[in-house]
């Protein structure tokens, strides 16, 4: 929302969000994102999305939809929520407890030289969350009020959106794995140790 002064760091929003993680999953958007997931730390249960702008919500809700067992989180940034928003229909349509979205939002194209995204001005990306059927929506801009929505959007049982106003410092780049391959069959053996649903297709 316009005017909104950002407290928050980024980075210091995704180790908070990440800390004793224990079976979450994480799916990780373009460029500043995954840096900020991968800052925390490299797990196998990261999978990294170095390609496709637009499509890490799209992607964690079809892992969510597939594996109700797991509890899955996607990290974004702002200009990719902008290019996939279509996506948070399908969210709020399919609903599914296990999903929750962090949005890190500094109003930037941060890939393509820090130019104004839309969040910047007049785009309300939770306001747009809540339209699309996802009622646990939330726009936090500093410590106090990520803490005290961070256990709601934490607890499994409700398709979850949140959109944290950050500032638009641009920390140093922690590059994991760019082998889509190496990602994709780590990522696919460190889920499938678990079982899947009874009612999973082979």
């Known amino acids: 929302m316009a005017g909104v002064i950002a407290q ?10 990440l800390a004793n993680r224990q079976g979450l999953t994480v799916i990780s958007g373009l460029g500043s994102p995954t840096y900020d997931v991968a800052a925390v730390a490299d797990h196998e249960r990261n999978f990294y999305l170095w390609g496709a702008m637009g499509g890490a ?9 597939a594996r109700p067992d797991l509890d899955v989180l996607v990290v974004t ?11 948070l229909a399908t969210v709020g349509v399919k609903a599914p407890a296990n999903l929750a979205i962090l949005v890190l939002d500094n109003g930037r194209y941060g890939e393509t030289g820090m130019q104004q995204s839309h969040t910047s001005t007049a785009c309300d990306l939770c306001a747009i ?7 646990d929506s939330w726009q936090v801009s500093t410590a106090a009020e990520l803490r005290r929505i961070r256990d709601d959007f934490q607890r ?7 959109q944290a106003k950050v500032a ?4 140093g780049r922690v590059m994991p794995t760019r082998d889509a391959v190496a990602n ?16 999973a297709k082979p």
């Open 77 to 87: 940034g702002d200009g990719e929520m902008l290019m996939g928003m279509g996506s």
């Open 156 to 162: 499994n049982g409700s398709v979850r959106f949140l």
């Open 8 to 17: 928050l760091k980024r980075r210091a929003v995704v180790r908070d969000m």
């Open 129 to 135: 969350a809540r339209a699309c059927g996802i009622k």
């Open 168 to 171: 638009d410092d641009q920390p």
């Open 184 to 199: 994709k069959l780590r990522f696919r053996r460190a889920v499938d140790a678990e079982s899947a649903p009874s009612n």
């Open 57 to 65: 919500v799209a992607m964690g809700l079809g892992l969510a939809l």
